[in-house]
């Protein structure tokens, strides 16, 4: 008989798989625990890990609402430009910012001032680059022939010989500075392909750019039906002068061009805008014809208290001594004047609260540390403008108030705000909900 320190534990026998049945093992049953236990906790981290980021996530952007109107008055009494006592007349920024105007606006004959557009189309065919000559055109017989009649006809003219060759640089000289009306028509006749065809062009470009009160009936402006007004001709100089061509030329005093005499050396002319090369001139173009008058466009470019001020500006149907010596007069005394009334005034003072700040339902508000003043007439209407400093954000909240008057320069003062804090938890969760 074995004793019982040596008897031997006996196991249950089972039939296979009927442990594993019994405890739970089976693949089945192991999956759906693992999915009963583990699918909500990673629904759980799932929300709490957008919960979490919402609560972390960045500040919404600052919201800025500007509480300037859109113009204010700068200080003073406000003037005009001292006008010419007739006629019309426009001044401008250079830019092509009215700065006012005076008389009727109506379209009446404009003389040489046509031309611009004769130059503006022909360039634009025949682009320049400085130092070049350009095509050459030979004067035809029929060239030669009508300079008769514009002689009788009183035209400004240069004296050319049939077969004569011209360059198209020496062309627009003759054209622009001695207003030399026969060349006019026979650039016309060259680029065209005819004048009839060119004058048309003519007509085409100004109704593209804009120019409702200008009609052209021929290249020069001789012709009385060749009529625009003060506001069309400075959209037309704006757009001439951007071509650096046209305005090198147009802002020579003298050139030296063929006499019209075979061999002969050339002969220097000079500018009919006597004002050219003085009192900052730099252009444009004078007109003059019975019909028409005198006419002046002008650009002009000074410095005034210490920043630079450009301008553009036309005077029609002027009358005076010579040929165009009214005009020049009315344009001197007109941008004498402008010049001599400008200086730094405020417009807004400092301490002006210009702008409300705004984020996840708190506001602070912005003011002007220092005065913004602008280079202006008195009484000159501003045009406000408040933007964010993003470059000197400093210590809160920085932004850069603009203001602006046509014809001066662009003024700037800055506007502080204290720190904007960030929306908080309670914000932050409100709106995740």
Not at 111 to 135: D, N, R, W
Not at 170 to 177: F, H, V, W, Y
Not at 234 to 255: C, D, H, S, W
Request: proline share 7%.
């Amino acid at each position: 008989m074995q004793s019982r320190s040596h008897a031997r534990r006996r196991t249950p026998s089972f039939a296979p798989g009927r442990y594993s049945t019994l405890y739970g093992r089976t693949p089945k049953r192991r999956f759906r625990r693992l999915v009963n236990v583990f699918l909500p906790l990673l629904l759980i981290c799932f929300a709490l890990s957008i919960l979490v980021g919402t609560l972390l996530e960045a500040s919404p952007p600052i919201k800025l609402t500007s509480l300037i109107t859109g113009r204010v008055d700068a200080a003073g009494k406000a003037v005009s430009p001292p006008w010419p006592p007739s006629g019309e007349a426009a001044l401008a920024s250079s830019t092509g910012q009215l700065i006012g105007t005076h008389g009727p606006t109506r379209s009446v004959p404009i003389g040489s001032l046509a031309k611009i557009m004769t130059a503006y189309l022909v360039l634009k065919k025949y682009p320049l680059a400085k130092g070049q000559a350009g095509f050459t055109m030979t004067v035809t017989a029929s060239d030669f022939a009508s300079m008769a009649q514009r002689e009788a006809e009183g035209q400004s003219m240069i004296g050319v010989y049939q077969g004569e060759t011209l360059t198209e640089r020496q062309a627009l000289e003759a054209m622009l500075i001695p207003s030399a009306d026969n060349i006019a028509a026979f650039l016309a006749a060259y680029v065209g392909p005819s004048v009839r065809a060119f004058v048309a062009k003519m007509n085409a470009t100004a109704r593209a750019l804009g120019l409702d009160h200008t009609h052209f009936t021929d290249a020069s402006g001789y012709a009385p039906g060749s009529r625009s007004n003060s506001t069309d001709l400075i959209k037309l100089g704006r757009i001439a002068m951007e071509n650096p061509t046209f305005a090198q030329i147009v802002g020579t005093y003298t050139v030296y061009l063929p006499n019209g005499v075979p061999g002969a050396k050339p002969i220097k002319f000079t500018n009919y805008n006597g004002l050219v090369g003085s009192y900052g001139f730099t252009g444009i173009k004078t007109g003059s014809t019975p019909q028409a008058g005198q006419a002046l466009l002008f650009s002009v470019h000074r410095k005034v208290k210490g920043r630079e001020v450009s301008l553009l500006g036309d005077v029609l149907e002027q009358h005076g001594p010579g040929i165009v010596g009214g005009a020049l007069s009315s344009a001197l005394s007109l941008v004498d004047g402008y010049y001599s009334r400008l200086g730094w005034r405020t417009a807004l003072p400092a301490g002006t609260v210009v702008a409300r700040l705004s984020r996840a339902g708190r506001t602070v508000f912005m003011t002007l540390r220092s005065p913004l003043r602008v280079l202006s007439l008195p009484g000159a209407k501003v045009a406000i403008s408040v933007r964010f400093d993003t470059k000197n954000p400093g210590k809160g909240e920085s932004a850069i108030v603009r203001g602006e008057t046509p014809g001066s320069p662009l003024a700037r003062a800055v506007g502080r705000a204290k720190a904007l804090p960030g929306p908080g938890f309670f914000w932050k969760l409100e709106h995740f909900f």
